[in-house]
């Protein structure tokens, strides 16, 4: 028996996942084994004189034909758990399967990504090694990183100089087995990765002076969890000499050390050579399959013989496969994945390489790069230019569906990317907002699942909250919008009661507040008060204060139709999405609560505090929107709806009102209000 055909059983054997033949042929079963409607795929040529659309039929259809090899890849492929499914399988009960042929050995499953594609065995370079459990290919690895070196410019560091503290900084020594100081421009790989349930060893004040030493690391190498070990043979292994890691390169019982890491954790990850992203697995013990000989699996792999020698594979991109993963779900992975020039991701048994120019792969399948916008986000936090407000609402809106385990980590583990674009704003942050932008990082949306507190952080912070926020406001310069649309001078009282102006624009803002709003009531007063009582500052957080219109709607429940149609020219109608009311019950605004949990009654009043104008009639009142924007002038003003609570407001809502509205508000009318917002 040849080499190939050894090779060529064993790879049926190990991936074809339990699609067996039946003993006795089904009626619809054809010679080769193929059903009758597979039969007419045509797997034995080169589909040139085929068509090009095939239907399976219903999912029914398929489980009533278990016996054909191809029917069996298509239901497995349906239920892959390496990638997320756009529908579920039972959507496929009333909506038929169908196949396209996308060449002579490239096919497509309709209910699967467009990217995802099922070819013919052959056509995937490198397939044997997972079917084999072989090591990687070192050359091949340092051969991308070469090329990327001398070619791609957009993968050079900084060279500095660096404005933040970096005498955290220390590796590992994967020559002498220690941890040891070294320069953040020296040439060091990164890893990235989840921590998990799994026992870590961390470097502590008690065990430092051996980890120091020399071999320290290899007289505790069975306490280190696997993915570190493997990270740390890698590297060895494709010629380099340092790797920096979270659990060994942080005193992680020192809160100065791991603070002063924490806020640095931008340049640790643009500064590496390269990073390593441990794809697979759900922690730290999960190894990195194939840096050691046998410890890949290809029982993962969907493939099929549908025809004697002719085997097929699924392949998924890349991205597909690192959205489903538990690394992806991390908060801390985020900004590492964000932050790296180059990164090298173990996922789905093999390997792949992306910088900010380009990518390969271990397995070569022909099939077209996708576009990621993440390495379009990496290059903006790698040299930022322009308004970098819009890209940090863009990358909020990812961060926040991530997890951690410590809900107190929510800002340090996006605090690297709030430096970056801080520094290059020459700015302070605010539980991770950009102070100048404060009042555009206030306007944040609930998905339409809502929002659940996260009460160590403020209400008014994207921070405070569990759950996926919205900063979708298009692409308009936020630093103009601030300095025309906004005339709150904010205010922050710390929990030591000291208080401070947030950012030095009060007489332009106060001249603002009386132009917009000084025929209403008295709007003079912008100090805040100095004296408090004790239960409002019974907070480890600062909190707001400041002067601005509070004015009272009421709510009314609408459904999507509706909401839709009356509110919403984006689409943004959530089940938690009201209508406001004036006080002749006529519509003048709408209202997204929060948190589903805390949603208020049909036609119950609410307080709602005037944040900035809204200059486009984007998505609010009535059924004519052009003639509303001439008669307000097409002004309209983001509302908060809030609460009270011993003398502490928090944020449970945002909408919008019309400017007409201030002329038709619930007793007691407009007020030029103190609010102290926690």
Known sequence: MSARKSLSDRFSKLLHRGSKHHDDHSPNETRNGLCDVCSTIGFDGDGSDRKTVFSLGLLGDIKARPWCPFCKLVLDSMQDERIIHMQPIEHYNTHEVRVFRQGPKRFAIQPLPSYSKVLFESEVKGFDRIVSSSQIDFEMVKGWLGTCEREHKKCVPNGGPFNVDLSFFRCIDVEDMCITPVPITSQYVALSYKWGECKPFLLLKPNKDDLFAKDGLRRNWDQIPKTIRDAIDFVRNVDCRYVWIDQLCLIQDDDDDRGTGINAMDLVYEQAHFTIVAGSGTDADSGLPSVKEGTRSSSHQITSEVLPGVNLVLRHTMQDIVAKSEYHHRGWTFQEWYLSRRKIIFIDDTI??????????????????????????????????????????????????????????????????????????????????PTPALDWFLLFYPNKNGLRRRDCFPSWAWSGWYGQVDYDYGSGDVTKWVATSTWITWYKKEPSSELAMIEDKAEGRAAKANELFGDLCDVSRTEPSRELSSESIDKEYAILQFWTISANFTLREIGQEEGENLLWSRGLWTPTTYELLDRDGANCGFVTLDDPASTGKDHTNAEFILLSSAEKSQGVAGSNLATQATETGGRFFWVLMIEWEKGLAERKGIGKIRREALAATLDPGVSWKEIVLA
């Open 352 to 433: 792949y390489f992306k910088c900010h120019e380009d990518s390969w792969q271990e397995l070569e399948d022909g099939l077209p790069v996708r576009r990621d916008p993440t390495a379009e986000q990496g290059q903006a936090l790698h040299k930022p230019s322009g308004d970098v407000y819009h890209l940090l609402g863009q990358l909020l809106n990812k961060y926040t569906t991530r997890e951690l385990k410590v809900p107190t980590d929510y800002v340090f583990a996006m605090a690297g990317i709030c430096r970056r674009l801080a520094e290059y704003e020459h700015c302070s942050l605010l539980f991770g907002i």
